[in-house]
């Protein structure tokens, strides 16, 4: 079972550029990939800013892959105006449901036949961070305030339970949320040796990540991706070590701020 976690960065272009199709450049990098499941984050739901596009619906057509599902942590664009997801709003958007409100959030997508979709919502911190965004070459500080986040878990037909998650960037928020989901993940009814929980944790220190029960798949550093320095995006299990899977590590090939993280995973 070939799995993959990628945040997307909405399917942008590193390094920006006007001339090139962002949509066919992100078409080839998920062939490329060859996933059997993919877990994504920051992927935007018909938002004009990438072309109002169901970027997940569009990486299930590309993958020929019938069972897709979208999260909004957010509606609207993240950018502009936005609003948080309110109880009465529809928070799981499936291949099998009807349409939701634009925004922007998590998604998985597989080929593997879907038992059923789950949805865990987390709380965004009360304030945000300056964080540094490059602006005509030149990195510029600004001030960016936190949004609600969430899990989303798919139960397999052949008993696996994945867990897709992008944590706050605010520190100690972050692992409070890290917490939450991996509690959560032993109430769907799922033996824990068939859970792997994976994303961006926006936590660069494993030990913190992995906690005392869990093991990290995967030690490659992923952020940024043109010359990564950090490992941020994790694919973690209770039953499985890294000497278990096999890695398929992958460089830049000019999409996101994120490289891809993938391992194949024994299933027999």
Known sequence: MRVTSWNLLHGLAIPPDPAVDAAALLAAEILNLKSDLIGLQEVDYFLERSGNHNQVGNIAAVMGAADWAFAPSLFGNPDEKWRNPKADDLKIVTNNGQEGEPGYGI???????????????????????????????????????????????????????????????????NYKQLVQIKRWSHKLGVDPAKIIFMGDMNIPFTKVVTG?????????????????????????????????????????????????????????
């Open 107 to 173: 998604g998985m997508v597989s080929k593997l036949p879907v038992r059923s979709w789950h949805r865990l919502d987390l709380k965004g911190a009360p304030f945000g961070v300056f964080m540094m965004f490059p602006v005509d070459g030149k990195l510029k500080r600004f001030y960016v305030r936190d949004h609600p986040r969430s899990a989303l878990g798919v139960i397999l037909e052949n008993g696996w339970l994945i867990i897709n998650t992008h944590l706050s960037f605010v520190p100690f928020f």
């Open 212 to 268: 005392l029960k869990w093991n990290s798949l995967t030690s490659g550093k992923t952020f940024p991706s043109w010359a990564p320095k950090v490992q941020i995006d994790f694919m973690l299990s209770q039953s499985l070590t890294a000497e278990n899977v096999h890695h398929l590590p992958y460089s830049h090939a000019g999409m996101s701020d994120h490289l891809p993280l993938q391992v194949e995973i024994p299933t027999a």
